[in-house]
C-alpha cells in the first residue's frame, strides 16, 4: 500500500477505535540516502499509536524502529519524510500493516519445531519463519532467520522485512501466552 493509505488506516483507527493499534512497516527507496543501505536499514517499525494518526491531538510526530538494530532507533520519522516534512526527504518506496500480513489469523494455532541447527521453526497457516530464540527479562525474543509461504502450491521465499514482521507478532502472541 502507498503511505498516504496506511496514514488514513491509522487514523480512522484512533478516530474509532482508540484503545486499539496496528503496527506498520515503511520501506524508504534507496534512492533518498546519500549512502546505499539493504532493505533492513530502509525499513522502520511505526504504530498506530504515534501522535500523527490522533485525531485533535496537540502534536505531530511519528517515531519509527528501523529493523536493522544497529541503526536509528526511535527516529523522529515527520522529520525525515517527503511524504510529511522534508519534500527532499526521504520517499516511502511501500508499507504493510503487520497485522495485515497473510496467515496472521493462524498464529494462535502455530506448531513450533526446534531443528538440529539450533533454530526454531514456526509453523502456522501457510507459512513457515525459521527463527533463533533467546529469552530477555521472561520475554522470548525471535531473531529472524528466513521463511516461507506456499504460493500456487511452491514454496516462496518471504523478504526479510517480512519474516520481521511475523517474528513481532509471534514474539506478541508468545510473549502473551506467557503471562
Not at 480512522?12 to 533492513?40: C, M, N, Q, V, W
Not at 525459521?130 to 521465499?157: F, H, M, Y
Request: one cysteine or more.
Amino acid at each position: 500500500m502507498n503511505y498516504s493509505e496506511l496514514k488514513q488506516i491509522f487514523r480512522e483507527l484512533k478516530a474509532t477505535s482508540p484503545r486499539d493499534d496496528l503496527t506498520a512497516h515503511i520501506i524508504f527507496t534507496e534512492d533518498g540516502f546519500a549512502t546505499k543501505y539493504p532493505l533492513l536499514s530502509r525499513t522502520y517499525r511505526i504504530s498506530s499509536d504515534n501522535k500523527a494518526f490522533w485525531p485533535n491531538m496537540g502534536g505531530y510526530s511519528i517515531f519509527g524502529y528501523c529493523l536493522d538494530v544497529t541503526s536509528n532507533q526511535g527516529v523522529r520519522l515527520d522529520y525525515y519524510m517527503a511524504e510529511e516534512r522534508d519534500i527532499n526527504g526521504w520517499k516511502v518506496e511501500d508499507c504493510y500493516i503487520l497485522e495485515q500480513m497473510r496467515d496472521t489469523a493462524a498464529i494462535p494455532n502455530l506448531t513450533r519445531m526446534e531443528q538440529d541447527d539450533g533454530t526454531v521453526c514456526y509453523f502456522f497457516g501457510d507459512t513457515c519463519i525459521r527463527v533463533r530464540e533467546s529469552e530477555d527479562n521472561e520475554k522470548i525474543r525471535l531473531e529472524p532467520v528466513s521463511g516461507d509461504q506456499t504460493a500456487c502450491g511452491e514454496w516462496v521465499e518471504l523478504p526479510i522485512d517480512r519474516v520481521h514482521g511475523y517474528c513481532t507478532l509471534l514474539e506478541r502472541h508468545l510473549n502473551k501466552l506467557g503471562g
